[in-house]
């Protein structure tokens, strides 16, 4: 499980009001066994703020190339800390693979505010 980094970010999303409207969805995709993640929620119990999309068989974070990208963990196996910004039409609208596993909410708001 990527702890603490991961955590902190999926936290971070559900605290942020520009990322819980009506115009946006944020979905935290795990790939974790589902009692892994309950463990989780009980060491951290503002992670069950979160919205999480569990990928227990990866096929979510394939789609989207997560598994391949420079900050996966364990290559072709997990993903790493990427972001990725789908619009209404189900567009990749941007992509961030962030190695550094940082909070980045202000720079993913500016893109928000570019897809409108």
Same mark, same amino acid.
């Given at each position: 499980?990527?702890?603490?980094?991961? +955590?902190?970010? *999926?936290? $971070?999303? !559900?605290?942020?009001?520009?990322? %819980? %409207?009506?115009?946006?969805?944020?979905?935290?995709?795990?790939?974790?066994?589902? !009692?892994? +993640? $309950?463990?989780?929620?009980?060491?951290?119990?503002?992670? !069950? &703020?979160? #919205?999480?999309?569990?990928?227990?068989?990866? %096929?979510? &974070?394939? #789609?989207? /190339? $997560?598994?391949?990208? #420079?900050? !996966?963990?364990?290559?072709? @196996?997990?993903? /790493?800390? #990427?972001?990725?910004?789908?619009?209404?039409? /189900?567009?990749?609208?941007?992509?961030?693979?962030?190695?550094? *596993?940082?909070?980045? %909410?202000? @720079?993913?708001?500016? @893109?928000?505010?570019?897809? /409108?």
């Amino acid at each position: 499980m990527c702890y603490p980094s991961c +955590w902190d970010q *999926m936290v $971070a999303f !559900s605290k942020e009001p520009k990322f %819980n %409207n009506d115009k946006t969805v944020v979905l935290s995709i795990v790939v974790d066994p589902r !009692s892994d +993640w $309950a463990e989780a929620v009980k060491q951290m119990p503002q992670l !069950s &703020s979160s #919205t999480v999309l569990l990928d227990i068989d990866r %096929n979510i &974070s394939l #789609t989207y /190339g $997560a598994l391949t990208l #420079t900050s !996966s963990m364990h290559r072709d @196996e997990f993903p /790493g800390h #990427t972001y990725i910004l789908i619009d209404k039409e /189900g567009i990749v609208r941007y992509l961030l693979d962030d190695e550094y *596993m940082q909070i980045r %909410n202000k @720079e993913l708001l500016k @893109e928000l505010d570019k897809i /409108g």
